[in-house]
């Protein structure tokens, strides 16, 4: 494109100087994290050369194969990801699974009928992939914080149980705390948004000799689609699944052991 300057493998190589200044720092400071930093940056190379490839085939395959496939593994890749989080918790990656796809389906389906984008492979599955990532971490986050809190505050929950309250009354400081701890992190970032820095989308199009104001446009749409899809996540996550700590009778029931 015009105003983009290509770079060469031999050139890319020379990155290698960049991940030697930490693993340098960690030898000095005897932190022991030289092989993990190593291994982490070659491990991320090759990652990326090999969905390159990957997304290389899918851009050659009719638009709703490649959607529909590279979407179907980004869905399960997140969902057994940010299930990990509630282990222990009954139907979890059920819940998850359904979640994200909801949301996927739910913003894409708005950018397609606004025509903020074609239904191409190229534009679809670079805004799934920001919409399914940003959602998985929100549902992981959400996912903690629930395990956290109801293994805290069981003395509390079972005193308000014993006084008459019902399951939902009992959690809901629990899913309060839930949806703020997943959703803050994307309000302090919306706060800031353009001041601290400029977000991946909008300085992609920009070297990609896309004007400023034009770019400005798709990052805001993409920008509130992301908090959309993290506020909505972690609290059908947090509704759905905070409801197992009980069973039948309106007893707490430890899902740690």
């Known amino acids: 494109m015009q105003g983009t300057t290509e770079i060469s493998n031999l050139s890319l190589l020379f990155i290698i100087v960049f991940v030697m200044i930490p693993v340098s720092l960690s030898y000095w400071f005897s932190l022991n994290l030289s ?6 940056s070659l491990r991320g190379v090759v990652q990326l050369f090999a969905i390159g490839y990957v997304l290389t085939f899918l851009f050659d395959l009719p638009s709703w194969q490649g959607i529909g496939l590279w979407v179907a593994v980004m869905i399960v890749v997140a969902t057994l990801n940010a299930a990990r989080k509630g282990k222990g918790i009954p139907y979890v990656r059920v819940v998850v699974f359904a979640v994200i796809a909801l949301i996927e389906v739910f913003i894409i389906s708005l950018w397609l009928g606004f025509g903020y984008i074609p239904f191409t492979a190229e534009k679809v599955i670079p805004i799934s992939g920001m919409i399914i990532g940003n959602s998985m971490i929100a549902i992981g986050l959400a ?36 949806l703020k701890a997943a959703m803050i992190p994307n309000i302090d970032g919306l706060k800031t948004i353009g001041l601290v820095q400029l977000p991946g989308m909008m300085t992609g199009l920009i070297l990609g000799g896309v004007s400023p104001l034009d770019a400005v446009r798709y990052q805001i749409v993409i920008s509130l689609s992301i908090f959309v899809s993290v506020a909505v996540c972690a609290m059908l996550v947090t509704i759905f699944l905070y409801r197992f700590y009980y069973n039948d009778k309106m007893q707490l029931i430890d899902l740690h052991t």
């Open 35 to 40: 092989k993990p930093v190593l291994w982490s």
């Open 143 to 178: 996912l903690e914080r629930l395990q956290s809190q109801f293994k805290e505050e069981r003395g509390r929950i079972l005193a308000a149980l014993s006084l008459g309250a019902n399951p939902k009354q009992s959690s809901l400081q629990i899913i309060r705390k839930t």
